[in-house]
């Protein structure tokens, strides 16, 4: 026998045991069939539809309905299959568990079962919207993404799907209510869906079909909440027509934010002239009337009834002045609406889904002696930044309706928006998530996006997150990020992915994209034209430690340099997918980077030479061309995002200058670079920059918090987070303890860093400082919200405390202990020049 077919025997014979232990589901042959029980809810009509469409997406044919023992796939709703007792005892005998999949809202199972020679897929939900969430897990493991049409991220073909032949899952989410708030809209989701997707409709409407896909998007990423776009640009979601009917056949539940009580849309809705001032005080016959007119029209649906009342739009309430007139009125408001729930949706209010969020000043007013009922989840809210700011108390977390949390990916307001790119680290999102699951805040967890898009990885992981809190743990955050990054655009890209895109979420946890103009937004308007502060020079320096300012700029080029290596393992299928999730954000943040930075280049520069010399200086030519070009390349990535990527159909959905914030003009130069000037100089080296910009300390030591040599119980790591990338997590009364070398003798500035937390309660955060088993020094990071330095923390991503120590030469033990709870050690840097002007620690990142 020839070696070639001896080896081809072995291959067969190799192939046959494999598939033995394999339950095929398509085999390359005929179309996939399935049966679906009698009664079902609409959601699951939605998925199957879903699910057809991305099998003929992989197969080339369509799923065929057909009868149920000839089925591959069966699926069954528990709650409306009406089984009779001999069909519960039958599935039972199966394996299936019923009574457990039953007691679960939302669940799946999903299992190969059956005798040898006829097995079948079962998925069983317990509920409408567990069923469609079973089916959809089938598409995922087809291996179709979630973000298919979002993200255009096309599925591979396949001539084969199997699944191992004992096959089970049995599946419930950890978070009740989980979802979205649309927000911040208006330059993203709100004109590409009227001007583009659906120009039929109104002016500044997100129309009925904009929805639908929303909501399919929700139902892939099993997700079932939503609170819909609400700013005054964006038609009100309940003049859109179908949107709610819509809304329900998806099995989404509609809420609204924390400023719009009885589900009303108020910066749409509520017409002054008609009605009067929003005023509970002087006009409650009106308020009461316009709240009832909508529970009227939507009792009949699955919703959350927001409750309290503020001002029309993300303002105080209205006449009331004094924190005791204020709690009165919030409370006759909250018992007035629990009359009309009682009234108009179900006499049983307790049973009716609601929220009270705690947001701004409403957090004074609640702590005054508010009575919140019992049954009501409270919201709670991070700072904006990603920062949970209050969390359940040991009390709170008894209550019967549980705790929910308001999260940002993007934000308009002060100190600066975001709400170009997302660049939240993921650390943080888990970090924080993490801490509020912990404290029982299970009931209700939402997110803030202006857009699908942008957010892509970021949200995703918010929501796996909260259908399953174990999906992830702060040691497996980047193997989740890589998994992910596989999944999109295939292993061998993925994997060289994943370095790539830890590197860009340092870089923007150090400054976002959109803080780079060292400016604020909502300012004192007596002080600063439209309360906006002009963009500045940047703390970068440009001669500390080598040139950090140089440093941040290659490492953006390594990162630019390591997506452009990877892109040439994509298929070509899903290019678009990768210019819009990944390429588009990284290649923008870069430039944003190099604009600023060498505008600061130039600026310097020019304070050195005579203004008669500024057009003949080549290092001044040279740094203005780049900053110039880099603002060019915004505007053009921008444009292919828009108008080319897949094709046009984008097109309005990406903005490089939200709100028309300075820090995205052109960028602020000494002389303006020509045409021919950009294309002279813009590929050029400065004069003063080395092909290796090397780290250079000088009278300094400096640490990341991960490379401790001692820690207490409980301690733990948290990747991607701070700019360390790896922050430690320090429970309260825990420590850790480092160890180093000091080549100096006399005083020095410890400047320690923590990721700017919240105490989440009325208490305090705080931790100490112990060099060599001495006193230890207490430092405190507890800020005023809207303070200065809040602000300042925010921004940078960390705050910095400093201690004063003697030292002498010789080795020495620093050790920093945690005083109260949420306290994240990033990096510290023992400095003996205290006067030093830098921006970024002096270390290398903690892979």
Known sequence: MHLRSFLLIITLICCQLLLGNSFVWYNGKQAITYAVSESTSPVVGVALGMFCSDMEQVTGMQPQQTAEKEATI??????????????????????????????????????????????QLFIVGSNGRGAAYGILELSRKAGVSPWVWWGDVLPEKKNRLTLPAKFSTFQSPSVEYRGIFINDEDWTLQPWSWKHFEPEGVDGMIGPRTYKEIFKFLLRMRANTIWPGMHGITVPFY????????????????????????????????????????????????????????????????????????????????????????????????????????????????????????????????????????????????????????????????????????????YWGRPHDYMWLCAIQPGLVYNEMKEAYNHNVRRLWIVNVHDLKPAAYDLELFLDMA?????????????????????????AAGKKLLPAMLEYYRLCAIRKAEFMGWNQVELNKKKYARGWSSVADTEFSLTEFGGELDRYLQDYEAVKQMLIEAEALIPAYRKDAFFGQLKYAVFGAAAMATKMLEAQRARAIATTIPDSQWSQNVELLTASAKSQHAYQEILKLTDYYNNEMTGGKWKYSMCHNPRNLYVFNPPKLPITPTDGDIQKYASMENKQVTSLIKLQLEDCIAYNAADYVKATKGVFKVENLGHSMNAVSLPKGESITFEFDNPLQGEAILRTAVIPTQPNDKGDIRFSISMDGGEPQVCSFREGFRTESWKQNVLRGQAIRETTHQLTKGKHTLTITALDNHVLIDQWMLDFKPDRKFYVFPVKPAY
């Open 239 to 410: 003049f859109v027509p179908g949107a709610k009917e819509i809304a329900d056949s998806c099995g989404i539940v509609i809420g609204t934010a924390h400023c719009e009580p009885m589900m009303r849309n108020n910066v749409g809705e509520w017409d002054e002239v008609l009605r009067g001032k929003y005023n509970y005080i002087t006009n409650k016959k009106q308020v009461t009337t316009y709240w009832t007119e909508r529970l009227k029209e939507v009792h009949s649906y699955e919703n959350i009834y927001t409750i309290g009342m503020r001002g029309v739009h993300d303002s105080g309430m209205e006449g009331v002045k004094t924190l005791k007139e204020q709690t009165t009125a919030l409370q006759r408001v909250i018992d007035d609406q629990r009359k009309l729930l009682a009234e108009h949706v179900s006499p049983d209010v307790a049973k009716i889904p609601q929220q009270f969020v705690p947001y701004k000043e409403v957090l004074q007013v609640m702590e005054n002696g508010l009575d919140i009922p019992e049954d009501v989840i409270l919201t709670w809210c991070d700072d904006n930044y990603g920062y949970m700011t209050r969390l359940s108390n040991i009390e709170q977390q008894k209550r019967s309706g549980g705790g929910g949390i308001y999260y940002h990916l993007n």
């Open 467 to 491: 259908w399953d809190i174990n999906s992830v743990s702060p040691s497996t955050l980047n193997e989740h990020h890589e998994r992910w990054l596989c999944r999109e655009y295939g292993d």
């Open 74 to 119: 069966r699926i069954i709703q528990l709650d409306m299959a009406a089984l009779s007792q001999k069909e519960k005892q039958e599935l039972q005998r199966l394996g299936i568990p019923i009574d457990s999949i039953s007691a679960k809202k939302d669940a799946f199972f999903i299992s190969v079962l059956g005798r040898a020679s006829k097995k």
